[in-house]
């Protein structure tokens, strides 16, 4: 399942938590379901520790601390697991570091292979390029640094209606297939197979409101995020080095001290082809490095996906 949805819940229940960071965060263990209008869907359970360092008395560094998260996550066509490290040296900062390691299996009986395609290589050829392997045969790892900067007007100005919020976020990662070479091209939960082993930038761009007057609806946020192959092909005709946008509208409700969900809505831009459209053929009818890139409109904006991250406190 695509991974900027972990974005949409990172941003969900931070927004929630209600600024200003300095405030104490207690030890957790959450569990979270994630559904989509696509044929995706993913269950996963996070354990955090927060420990205080390099506290102050002032404001700013009052809360500070180091959050360590370890995650399990699970798919109908994957597995992962991960350790993200948060250091929090002042209030309207995040320096953030982490891995992850994750494999997959294939559903073809589905008879909605590009749906089913849990963990696969790209080869020229044969169904659009998937090649099916057998299960767990790789491992997908990353390892990733990032920075994150972040502030609520109502820490400036104080009242119920001035919490208007404003988070970036900037990231880069290395993702890598173990049975992959140079070269060489995969997916991994289905996200369209053009990955290769190599640099990539993540950034987001958060602005959001939390509501004073709503008894549920706490947030609510825009989020544009942006990905960028750092060993893009040069001089390609299928768009490799082209970033990739993704725009969301999220709204964040908390029923009780245990229970929240966001509702997601997505709009990302797409490549748009001479000679391939999704609309109308398969991902395999039009192997990636073959299409085509219109030069007189290479992007559109269009609907992506409705999303529901569902959040229960266990501890």
């Known amino acids: 399942m695509p991974g900027k949805l972990f974005w949409s819940f990172f941003v969900s ?10 405030a104490e965060i207690e030890d957790s263990t959450e569990l979270s379901l994630t559904v989509s209008s696509r044929p995706e869907a993913q269950l996963a359970v996070t354990q955090a520790w927060t420990f205080p360092v390099f506290q102050g008395d002032g404001f700013l560094t009052s809360g500070n601390n180091l959050q360590t998260a370890l995650f399990y996550n699970v798919s109908p066509v994957s597995m992962n697991a991960g350790l993200d490290l948060t250091l929090t040296p002042i209030a309207f900062a995040q320096i953030k570091a ?4 994750g494999t997959g299996w294939n559903c073809t009986f589905l008879d909605i292979a590009p749906a089913a395609w849990g963990l696969n290589k790209q080869e020229e050829g044969g169904e659009g390029g998937l090649v099916s392997g057998e299960p767990f045969e ?9 920075a ?9 100005i104080p009242g119920d209606w001035t919490h208007v919020l404003f988070q970036t976020y900037h990231q880069i990662n290395y993702r890598a297939n173990t049975l992959a070479g140079s070269g060489d091209s995969w997916s991994h939960e289905n996200d369209g197979g053009e990955n290769r082993n190599g640099f990539n930038y993540y950034g987001n761009y958060v602005l959001g ?13 825009l989020m544009a995020e942006m990905e960028l192959k750092l060993y893009a092909e040069k001089d390609n005709d299928f768009g490799d080095e082209l970033p990739y946008w993704l725009f969301s509208g999220i709204a964040n409700f908390e029923l009780n001290s245990w229970f929240s969900f966001a509702a997601i809505t997505q709009l990302s831009l797409e ?22 890139l219109s030069q007189d409109k290479p992007l559109s904006l269009g609907f992506y996906r409705f999303a529901a991250i569902l959040s229960f406190k266990l501890r």
């Open 138 to 146: 790789a491992a997908i790892w990353a390892v990733y640094g990032g």
């Open 13 to 22: 229940v931070s927004l929630a938590a209600a600024f200003p960071l300095w």
């Open 271 to 292: 490549r748009n082809f001479t000679n391939w459209d999704p609309r109308l053929h398969k991902d395999g009818d039009v192997f990636y490095k073959n299409r085509k």
């Open 209 to 221: 409101y939390q509501m004073p007057a709503s008894p549920v609806l706490k947030t609510i946020a």
């Open 148 to 156: 994150v900067l972040q502030f609520d007007i109502g820490a400036v």
């Open 98 to 101: 982490g891995g992850s390691v």
